[in-house]
């Protein structure tokens, strides 16, 4: 019998549907996780993707793309397998992927986090025979605190910034948790206006569209003109790291939102703090969700797995790669 999900250059390939799932390369079918650049890429024949994800994903392809939104849970059929999209709780839109072929169940689980996050679908958990995990964090080490608490601390930083006088300026990815701060924010005090960098406001219209709620936004001003952001808090991608960008803000403080953050020195990559935020699975959301999907078979991707491996061998689960193709 053919393997149904195989490893090939250009990503997981499903013979049997002809589909890659998150392709490397341009392929003519793609079936796609999420919005975020690393899963997937442009010049794709057709792609298919959650209906909550397609606003993005038009956003992010250039050109007029053929691009299919298919609903959480609705099962769609290509070739010769049953394909369906489910909440993975990463960001707005977000989705697993389970495919079954023959009576025989894959979820390919694309980024995921089990933590509450308002700005998107929460995770749901898949029964299938084989999880193909992502391990972005899958290293002991990686515990997380809850998203409202670290939320909170922004705006408390921000609040004693605001008393020195001082502008805060928080990098944060432009998709996904620059939102999930906006919700954050919005739900702590619902009227303070953040200011944002302009590359951030098409991905905040889709959030909006999709019905999530943001704190209220202003655009930072190309010319300041004498204008004066005091006191403000400011969100930004973090390529924007650049003194020759904020310093006209007057006196800032810097930081950096992300799970990283946990894990390494703010001061080392240029930040003068940092958040633990993060929109990935830490160790024992790995380990939880493995056991909760019922899966004998288990393939890591997307990160350092050999401790999960490991980990995950000894308690009688079977480790293994996808098939080259
Ligand atoms: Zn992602
Ligand atoms: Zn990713």
């Not at 391990?135 to 608490?149: I, N, V």
């Not at 020759?244 to 240029?270: I, V």
Request: hydrophobic share 35%; net charge negative.
């Amino acid at each position: 019998m053919k393997p149904v999900l195989t490893e090939s250059t250009a990503g997981v390939y499903c013979p049997a549907g002809d589909f890659y799932i998150d392709p490397r390369r341009r392929v003519p079918r793609a079936v796609v996780t999420h919005a975020h650049m690393d899963h997937f890429r442009s010049g794709c024949g057709e792609y298919y993707c959650s209906s909550s994800s397609l606003d993005l994903m038009k956003l992010r392809l250039r050109g007029s793309p053929q691009v299919t939104g298919v609903e959480f849970g609705e099962q769609i059929e290509l070739g010769d397998v049953k394909v369906s999209f489910h909440p993975a709780g990463h960001i707005l839109g977000s989705a697993q992927i389970r495919v079954e072929a023959a009576g025989e169940v894959f979820v390919v689980s694309g980024d995921y986090k089990r933590g509450a996050d308002p700005s998107c679908e929460p995770f749901e958990v898949v029964p299938c025979d084989t999880f193909i995990t992502e391990a972005t964090f899958a290293r002991s080490g990686a515990a997380w605190r809850p998203g409202e608490e670290v939320i909170a601390e922004v705006g408390k930083w921000w609040e004693d910034n605001r008393r020195e006088g001082k502008v805060s300026v928080l990098y944060c990815y432009v998709l996904g948790k620059l939102q999930r701060v906006l919700a954050g924010l919005g739900a702590l005090d619902g009227e303070r206006e953040v200011f944002i960098h302009r590359d951030a406001e098409p991905y905040n219209d889709c959030y909006r569209r999709a019905g999530i709620q943001l704190a209220p936004t202003r655009i930072v001003p190309r010319k300041l003109d004498g204008w004066s952001l005091g006191g403000a808090l400011v969100l930004a991608p973090p390529k924007y790291l650049q003194p020759s960008w904020y310093r006209r803000f007057g006196k800032t403080e810097t930081a950096f939102a992300s799970g990283w953050m946990a894990l390494e020195d703010s001061r080392k990559r240029g930040y003068d703090k940092g958040f633990a935020l993060s929109d990935h699975a830490d160790w024992s959301e790995l380990l939880q969700t493995i056991e909760e999907t019922g899966a004998s078979n288990v393939i890591t991707c997307h990160g350092e797995s050999s401790e999960l491996e490991e980990h995950l061998a000894g308690r009688g689960l079977v480790v293994s790669s996808l098939p080259r193709a």
